[in-house]
T-cell receptor, first 114, second 113 residues
Framework: EADIYQTPRYLVIGTGKKITLECSQTMGHDKMYWYQQDPGMELHLIHY???????EKGDLSSESTVSRIRTEHFPLTLESARPSHTSQYLCASSTLAGVEETQYFGPGTRLLVL | SQQGEEDPQALSIQEGENATMNCSYK?????LQWYRQNSGRGLVHLILIRSNEREKHSGRLRVTLDTSKKSSSLLITASRAADTASYFC?????????????FGKGTKLSVKP
């Protein structure tokens, strides 16, 4: 098991609410990622970060935002949740040591917006 | 943008049989990786093969890469019920953002005891 944690694991919330999905890793990895994955489908990269104070948008347009104030912490925020945000959100991390880095994934957060 | 495309989408076999999954991709790559995902969980890295490698082994896993055909295969030998999971290929594209991977849709493997 990788040392990367996500909370909450499950979240059911009403439309319009603001939510923050937490992700923390204890491996000292510089690079972190957020993916969105619908059931049985591929992962889509929505945000990533090279390190503290770095945030980049991924391949899939997302209404969420991220921050990277500390190396180990990479939270994702939805200012106003909508039913279309219902999905599984996976956080991952990797080192920047080379070009052949593997990614370590958290267990995911399953979000249901009513 | 989707890069990897796994085939088949689903595979059901008996314990002890071999399972073969294929992945095709579109652009030049630095490396190709295979990940496993148990239901409702995150992904776990299985194996990485570089663009200049043709075959790699890890325990019961064997991965091949054919860059001329832009395809890879993952073979799991002597499968076990615990191998039941979804398997994804992911490519790190040549010239792309360092470390960013593009994942396929996955193959859902079911191993029956």
């Amino acid at each position: 098991e990788a040392d990367i944690y996500q909370t909450p694991r499950y979240l059911v919330i009403g439309t319009g609410k603001k939510i923050t999905l937490e992700c923390s890793q204890t491996m000292g990895h510089d690079k972190m990622y957020w993916y969105q994955q619908d059931p049985g489908m591929e992962l889509h990269l929505i945000h990533y970060s090279y390190g503290v104070n770095s945030t980049e948008k991924g391949d899939l347009s997302s209404e969420s935002t991220v921050s990277r104030i500390r190396t180990e912490h990479f939270p994702l925020t939805l200012e106003s949740a909508r039913p279309s945000h219902t999905s599984q959100y996976l956080c991952a991390s990797s080192t920047l040591a080379g070009v052949e880095e593997t990614q370590y994934f958290g267990p995911g957060t399953r979000l249901l917006v009513l | 943008s989707q890069q990897g495309e796994e085939d088949p989408q689903a595979l059901s076999i008996q314990e002890g049989e071999n399972a073969t999954m294929n992945c095709s991709y579109k652009t030049s790559i630095n490396n190709l990786q295979w990940y496993r995902q148990n239901s409702g969980r995150g992904l776990v890295h299985l194996i990485l093969i570089r663009s200049n490698e043709r075959e790699k082994h890890s325990g019961r896993l064997r991965v091949t890469l054919d860059t001329s055909k832009k395809s890879s295969s993952l073979l799991i030998t002597a499968s076990r019920a615990a191998d039941t999971a979804s398997y994804f290929c992911a490519t790190e594209n040549y010239g792309g953002s360092q470390g960013n991977l593009i994942f396929g849709k996955g193959t859902k493997l079911s191993v029956k005891p």
